[in-house]
Structures are given as structure tokens and as C-alpha cells.
């Protein structure tokens, strides 16, 4: 169970998974010891699986972004997942309901490089049909 200060850090480690125990301890108002256990709690029980990359602002408002929905030949779907994932410009995939199966997060460097993802994608075997919707702006993202 999740008590109301491991939410508190939770939200402290989703803006900065790099933070100091010390910093952690001072804003919850609790000790090192303390911090570091609650820390190690939540990674040994699966709260916490991990620290990732986050880019900067300057190096994402270089890239261009796509919400790519994708409609997929039921029979080929575990293979068209795994075409999928072994490509590094997807950087998440998710099954959906509706017309289309999956959209995927694309990114790319530039119109050019994205236009050839999304060639990539629609020529996998087991794509029937795609639908690409490129991000004009991000107004947030937690």
C-alpha cells in the first residue's frame, strides 16, 4: 500500500529522478534514513522499476512527433509488435479500441525522417492501414 508521503515522493522522483536523498528528505520533512527506505521499498515492490532519460526542451523542440494509429491484420499482430518495437524511432506503443489497434509514438528529427518512419510502418507486413497525426505543440506533459 501507497501511503500519502510515498506519493509525495513519488511526484518529487517524476520531476527529478536525480535528486539528492538529502533534497528528497528536506522537502517531505523526513529523515535521510528514512527517504532511503521508503526508496528502496517502493523499487523491491514494483513501484518504482526504474529511472529513465528525459530530453531537454531545447533538443525536443527539435524533433518532430507523430501519434501514428495503426490498423493490423489480426492473424500478424504479435509480429507486427515486435517489427514495431525494434524500431528506435517508436518510442512508446499502445493497443487501443476503435477503428485502429495500436498507435504509436514516433519520433523523428525532421519531416523528411519521419515521412520515412511512416513509409517503414505502413510497408510492415500485417499493416493494413495508418493514420498519422503529427504534434504541433505540447501544452504538458507529466
Known amino acids: 500500500m501507497i501511503t500519502e508521503q510515498d506519493q509525495k515522493l513519488l511526484s518529487l522522483l517524476r520531476t527529478n529522478a536525480r ?4 533534497d528528497l528528505a528536506r522537502a517531505l520533512n523526513l529523515s535521510r534514513s528514512t527517504v532511503q527506505n521508503r526508496i528502496s ?3 523491491q515492490t514494483g513501484v518504482i522499476k526504474g529511472y529513465v532519460l528525459q530530453y531537454g526542451n531545447e533538443f525536443l523542440n527539435e ?6 494509429s495503426i490498423k493490423v ?3 500478424l499482430t504479435t ?3 515486435v ?4 524500431m528506435s524511432q517508436i518510442s512508446a506503443l499502445y493497443a487501443i479500441s476503435g477503428e485502429h489497434d495500436l498507435i504509436a509514438v514516433v519520433q523523428a528529427q525532421s519531416l ?3 515521412s520515412k518512419i511512416l513509409d517503414d510502418i505502413g510497408n510492415l507486413d500485417g ?3 495508418t493514420n498519422s497525426s503529427v504534434i504541433l505543440e505540447t501544452k504538458f506533459n507529466r
Open 73 to 75: 491484420k489480426q492473424k
Open 127 to 129: 499493416v493494413e492501414r
Open 79 to 81: 509480429k507486427t509488435n
Open 41 to 43: 521499498r517502493l523499487e
Open 19 to 22: 535528486a539528492s536523498i538529502s
Open 63 to 68: 524533433q518532430v512527433s507523430a501519434h501514428v
Open 83 to 86: 517489427e514495431l518495437k525494434q
Open 112 to 114: 523528411e525522417q519521419l
